[in-house]
């Protein structure tokens, strides 16, 4: 069963205006949530994160929001870049897991010029 | 600094043949993870190692896969009797672990080697 998930496959934006990513879980021992941002042929890279005794986090261009009662995140990119055009992955860990992170399947944003 | 570094970054082998692949972490960083990505998935957890010892291999698919850090620096994952559905990406992290001035959990990615077994 697959504990994150990501269910846009995709998302297309124009420069300049707000892309929202979603993320949804189900495992309640999950307590820190990461989102990391993909290329073609490189590593994911680590964008933001936030703990689940937070509700909002900011870095930036980037905030994401934990709603913990609906088991729900989101990233928001504001305002969007052609250069933010990648795969973006939800990851959360759970207390007492060795910090291992469980990654959702990823949504490829677009950012049109 | 220098980031997380894997080789090879591809590697292409036939089925029943050994590999070796190779993960030299951010230096300083105690904790070393291994994962695999297939094709339109997110990263999967295979092994986790704070220093030398292999802390969590829960997640190694059966026992054709081992992975050693000797030293607590370089880790390799070997892969024996390769099957061609152990074909995919294998992602290399690494994090400050417990102790360290940032979060254990985040993890800094190498760009990975993407082996092909036909």
């Known amino acids: 069963d697959q504990q994150v998930k990501q269910n846009s496959p995709s998302l297309s934006v124009q420069e300049g205006r707000i892309s929202i990513l979603n993320c949804d879980y189900t495992n309640s021992m999950f307590d820190y949530f990461l989102w990391y941002k993909k290329y073609p042929a490189e590593g994911p890279t680590f964008l933001i994160s936030?703990?689940?005794?937070?509700d909002k986090n900011e870095d930036g261009r980037f905030t994401v929001f934990l709603n913990k009662s609906a088991k729900h995140l989101s990233l928001h990119i504001v305002p969007s870049q052609p250069g933010d055009s990648a795969v973006y992955f939800c990851a959360a860990s759970a207390r007492g897991s060795n910090y291992k992170l469980t990654f959702g399947k990823g949504t490829l944003l677009t950012v049109n010029p | 600094g220098a980031g997380v570094s894997q080789t090879p970054s591809n590697k292409v082998t036939e089925k029943g043949k050994y590999v070796e692949l190779r993960c030299d972490p951010i230096?300083?960083?105690?904790?070393l993870y291994w994962y695999r990505q297939s094709l339109g998935q997110g990263p999967e957890f295979l092994i986790y190692?704070?220093?030398?010892?292999?802390?969590?291999d829960s997640g190694l698919p059966n026992d054709r896969f081992f992975a050693v850090r000797p030293e607590g620096s370089v880790s390799t994952l070997k892969i024996q009797r390769t099957e061609r559905g152990d074909s995919a990406v294998y992602l290399c992290?690494?994090?400050?672990?417990?102790?360290?001035?940032?979060?254990?959990?985040?993890?800094?990615f190498g760009p990975g080697t993407r082996l092909l077994v036909l």
């Open positions: 190692f704070q220093g030398t010892g292999a802390a969590d």
């Open positions: 936030i703990s689940s005794i937070k």
């Open positions: 992290a690494s994090s400050w672990g417990s102790k360290g001035p940032r979060r254990p959990e985040t993890q800094y």
């Open positions: 230096s300083g960083h105690t904790a």
